[in-house]
């Protein structure tokens, strides 16, 4: 049973386009019905509006924390239009029927967003609005669900086509989008108290998020997608500035937030990351971007190509200028300046991310998240930081200050790469990256063949691995990885530990004359 509407209540927190929505509602004949805050603005607009507490009999009380929360409103609400007793319940008790629900919520996650005390972020946690919110989706097929001022068009254009009526399929729209609403609301509450308190991950899980951006297509062409943000807090590329540039991709924001994360281990110096398909394919340290960009490109200029870039310093006109030689897809810097960005608009497809504070991880006590097929993977991050004076000697010889400089840094890119992986560097620069093997002694030979590639390419008659460092994200498991370094020309050797046969390891790392700490702790990344 399909019926027009006739009545509406609105109890709104976002107010944009509210008056002009009510209106024409109004001058179709639909009665208007409000809470508080809301009967005051639209009666600011010369609006004829009955308040809540009239219909109920019950004043607004506890400073607004129980207004719509009566049983008169739930069952204007829930009564079934084609069902005799709802309808006889609802005459017998004097209640007419709501026909349109418009509510949105306290704006909890703009609260987090700004930092605000925890009583007011407290405050800001809807009661009664999801509740509204949950019982006219639930009864969709009579009442229509308006969670977002996007959508008051929408419903304005159905009423006036149809004489009042709203389609079935509408209705059903608006519902799962409402559902949808107060599970994220839910989530982003959850989450902070989660944030706030650290520990396990908890019995249940919530993952929520508001669309930022419809996407042209997944990974593939053939897949839809999206990009959501699931925090309270603006974070990585949620807070970039897109300056230029072709819209991103579902690829570009992947590969983008790879390339963030891995930038953002580095604060001393000017670090420069290029990734490609979520994989790091060159990384150095340097006193300017321009120099910094340079030795990471050497690092595989081939991959390179069509790549990410990510600085962690401003970028300035000299590194823009060497960008420009390559295709690239995306740089990302905390600033730009002018004669830099002068210099990128001439790749017009090219996409400039500003992000202006890169040091803004993730929250303390924050999870990631992956999905599997029926289910979610849930852990905490890996936020592990290695310095120098976290690792262990475990051979005969002990690293030099550089080439312990140089271990910490392979090791901390290593992190970002693909598992199995494996990361050779000179000079605060990699120089060598196997990643994604499914054996570590194959990780170990591309990542050689990487260098005497890089080597090949910047003129030098022998391997870039040579004199260089490794660092390997796991274990040995076998010494056949740790000799295939060696044989490339590796001095020193950093890696987790842990095997059975370390001492096995640690005697051929002895015997070819290496340098070797363990850090106890592995970075495997799926």
Request: charged share 20%; glycine share 8%.
């Amino acid at each position: 049973m399909n019926r027009p509407v006739r009545r509406a209540l609105l109890s709104v927190s976002d107010k944009s386009g509210l008056a002009d929505f009510a209106r024409s509602l109004a001058e179709m004949g639909v009665a208007l019905i409000s809470t508080g805050g809301t009967a005051r603005a639209l009666r600011s607009e010369g609006l004829d509006v009955t308040e809540l507490s009239k219909l109920t009999g019950s004043p607004e009380i506890l400073d607004g924390r129980v207004k719509s929360l009566h049983p008169f409103i739930h069952a204007a609400l829930l009564a079934k239009p084609d069902d005799p007793a709802h309808q006889d319940s609802l005459r017998n008790l004097g209640i007419e029927p709501i026909d349109l629900l418009v509510v949105n919520l306290y704006p909890f996650e703009a609260a987090v967003g700004s930092e605000a005390s925890v009583e007011d972020c407290l405050e800001n946690i809807d009661i009664g609005g999801p509740a509204m919110i949950r019982a006219g989706a639930k009864n969709h097929r009579a009442v229509a669900v308006v969670t977002d001022p996007d959508d008051y068009s929408l419903v304005l254009a159905e009423m006036r086509a149809g004489s009042g009526l709203l389609s079935e399929a509408l209705k059903a729209s608006l519902a799962a989008k409402a559902f949808a609403r107060t599970a994220a609301y839910d989530a982003a509450i959850s989450c902070w108290f989660l944030e706030r308190t650290g520990g396990e991950p908890p019995p249940y899980f919530a993952v929520g998020g508001r669309r930022l951006l419809p996407l042209r297509y997944g990974e593939n062409p053939h897949q839809r997608a999206a990009f959501y943000s699931s925090t309270s807090k603006a974070l990585g590329n949620l807070v970039a500035h897109q300056v230029q540039g072709r819209e991103l991709s579902y690829n570009n924001i992947n590969d983008a937030d790879a390339a963030w994360q891995c930038v953002n281990e580095f604060t001393d110096g000017c670090a420069c990351v290029i990734v490609k398909h979520a994989n790091p394919c060159g990384a150095a340290s340097r006193d300017g971007p321009a120099e910094a960009y340079r030795r990471a490109l050497l690092c595989d200029p081939v991959s390179a190509y069509g790549g990410i870039i990510a600085f962690n310093r401003a970028l300035d006109e000299e590194a823009a200028a060497e960008i420009v030689k390559l295709f690239t897809e995306v740089v990302i810097a905390p600033a730009a300046s002018q004669a830099a960005r002068d210099i990128l608009c001439r790749k017009q497809n090219l996409r400039l991310l500003l992000v202006p504070s890169l040091s803004a991880m993730a929250p303390p006590g924050g999870f990631t998240v992956k999905s599997v097929v029926g289910g979610l993977l849930v852990q905490s991050l890996d936020d592990h930081v290695l310095g120098a004076a976290g690792v262990k000697l475990v051979t005969k010889r002990a690293p030099s200050a550089a080439e312990l400089a140089d271990l910490v840094f392979a090791f901390t890119v290593a992190k970002h790469v693909k598992s199995n992986a494996i990361v050779y560097a000179r000079n605060l620069a990699t120089v060598g990256i196997g990643a994604g093997q499914m054996s570590r002694l194959d990780a170990s030979r591309i990542a050689a063949r990487k260098a005497e590639d890089a080597a090949r390419a910047a003129g030098h008659d022998q391997s870039l691995a040579r004199g260089a460092v490794v660092a390997s994200d796991a274990f040995f498991p076998f010494v056949d990885g740790l000799l295939a370094a060696a044989e490339a020309g590796a001095t020193a050797v950093i890696q987790p530990g842990g095997s059975m046969r370390d001492d096995e390891i640690i005697a051929a790392a002895d015997a070819a004359g290496l340098a070797m700490v363990f850090t106890g702790t592995r970075h495997f990344r799926h």
